[in-house]
């Protein structure tokens, strides 16, 4: 069973960093692109960014919002995604979500939540 | 970047109904788009990819249509467990980007 973890967020001021940690199971880690999505309290779905297989060199992408600002890694050993967040602003509040694949991924996380405020 | 807008953004209906929901995008994307389900607190959930093709194991009441800019999410017979949330999200270049959501409500 293909399972996607989220883990890390929390409470953090503006301007200060986090790591969200996305562990997954279930399937061959490395095959696959890694894609994040977040969501405001009460919004829609915002695309954040991805990051594509070794095969495909580990290319990453983002969303205009959070480039430069947010980092996505991956660990093949550990079978981990990862997003780091720097320069953390409050309209970054929300519930981040790891998904497997890149085009319209079909397994997801249950989401961690991210609250940045003073 | 490519804009989706989605219509309307909340939509009344009762059991039984059939209803629509539109999503247009700022350019042509060819049949790059597919349509999520999200019920409070869970992760959205796929329905149909490549504009309308049924994901396995989604009711076949669910149908999408549509190609180069303009799409539509038909729910035929809508049952208790459709009323949600849904957006469509395309893919056809990046950034990706999701349509801003359509509440479906009793």
């Known amino acids: 069973e293909v399972q996607l973890v989220e883990s890390g967020g929390g409470l953090v001021h503006p301007g200060r960093s986090l790591r969200l940690s996305c562990t997954t199971s279930?399937?061959?880690?490395?095959?696959?692109?890694m894609t994040w999505v977040r969501q405001a309290p009460g919004k829609g779905l915002e695309w954040v960014g991805f990051?594509?297989?070794?095969?495909?060199?580990?290319?990453?992408d983002y969303a205009a919002s959070v480039k430069g600002r947010f980092t996505i890694s991956r660990d093949d050993s550990k079978s981990v995604a990862y997003l780091q967040m720097s320069s953390l602003q409050t309209e970054d509040t929300g519930v981040y979500y790891c998904?497997?694949?890149?085009?319209?991924?079909?397994?997801w996380g249950q989401g961690t939540l991210v609250t940045v405020s003073s | 970047a490519i804009q989706m807008t989605q219509s309307p953004s909340s939509l009344s209906a009762s059991v039984g109904d059939s209803v629509t929901i539109t999503c247009r995008a700022s350019q042509y994307i060819r049949h790059d788009l597919g349509w999520y389900q999200q019920k409070p607190g869970k992760a959205p959930k796929l329905l149909i990819s490549a504009a309308s093709s049924l994901e396995s194991g989604v009711p076949s009441r669910f149908s999408g249509s549509g190609s180069g800019t303009d799409f539509t999410l038909t729910i035929s017979s809508l049952q208790p467990e459709d009323f949600a949330t849904y957006y469509c999200?395309?893919?056809?270049?990046?950034?990706?980007?999701f349509g801003q959501g359509t509440r479906l409500e009793i």
């Open positions: 998904a497997r694949g890149l085009a319209l991924p079909r397994h």
């Open positions: 279930g399937f061959t880690f490395g095959d696959y692109a």
């Open positions: 999200l395309h893919d056809y270049n990046y950034p990706y980007s």
């Open positions: 990051i594509r297989s070794r095969t495909y060199s580990g290319a990453t």
